[in-house]
């Protein structure tokens, strides 16, 4: 063997054991952040074992706290846990709560090392929703039809009664405009002893029209406020 080939042989040898120390190199290089990364992922002081929620009742708070627990019990591409504090899936949190119209705003803060805060603003009662053939619903004051609620024959509460087809659970049954402007009619139209409004209609042709306690000197105040914003009465 010659000389040339005694030299080419070594330097292929070298060139081999080059590679396999880079291969080793890599790998263990590899290793150590596999490491770094499963002990950031799943160091259990980091997921998240407690759900704080504030602004609703015990049973609501409850079942919240386990749909939000079931929601991020999953993984991210198959290794990130969705209930690490650091990585956890924020959105899916947020459409849970979209999803219940009792809830009219939340806010979401973490605190470490391994608990969520939740708090909630609930919808308000401001009266009741009838339409025909449907259920009744409580009413916020923005409209919102949010909570399914028994017939309500008093003159306590407001109750809309309405005669159009489309189902407005979840949704607003007027246009934003229109129920604010039915709401500052009915807090700025003086009442007389013993009046009141008790009952608003919205007809199928989506007319307002509404009745009183005392036969409707103050539904009258209101069509005409209404009308002279126009509005759809």
């Not at 997921?47 to 009742?57: E, H, P, Q, T, V």
């Not at 339409?131 to 306590?156: E, I, M, N, Q, W």
Request: hydrophobic share 40%; aromatic share 8%.
């Amino acid at each position: 063997m010659s000389l040339r080939q005694d030299i080419l042989k070594s330097s292929n040898r070298r060139r081999r054991k080059e590679i396999v120390i880079r291969a080793l190199l890599g790998i263990g290089i590899a290793g150590i952040f596999c490491a770094i990364a499963a002990f950031l992922f799943y160091i259990p002081s980091l997921r998240i074992s407690n759900i704080y929620i504030a602004g609703l009742g015990a049973v609501d708070e409850a079942e919240l706290r386990t749909q939000v627990l079931s929601a991020i019990s999953s993984r991210k591409f198959l290794i990130i846990p969705e209930d690490h504090l650091l990585f956890f899936n924020k959105n899916k949190i947020k459409s849970l709560l979209a999803e219940k119209f009792r809830v009219k705003d939340y806010e979401l803060e973490t605190d470490f090392p391994s608990a969520l805060k939740i708090s909630i603003t609930e919808r308000k009662t401001w009266a009741i929703y009838c339409a025909l053939r449907k259920p009744c619903y409580l009413l916020g004051r923005d409209g919102v039809a949010f909570s399914k609620s028994p017939a309500f024959a008093g003159k306590a509460i407001l109750k809309i009664i309405d005669a159009r087809e489309e189902d407005f659970f979840g949704k607003n049954i007027l246009p934003e405009e229109i129920f604010e402007k039915i709401n500052y009619v009915i807090e700025n139209v003086p009442p007389r002893a013993g009046e009141g409004i008790s009952i608003i209609n919205i007809k199928s042709s989506g007319k307002l029209t509404c009745s009183t306690s005392d036969r409707g000197g103050i539904c009258l105040s209101m069509t005409k406020q209404l009308s002279s914003a126009r509005s759809i009465i």
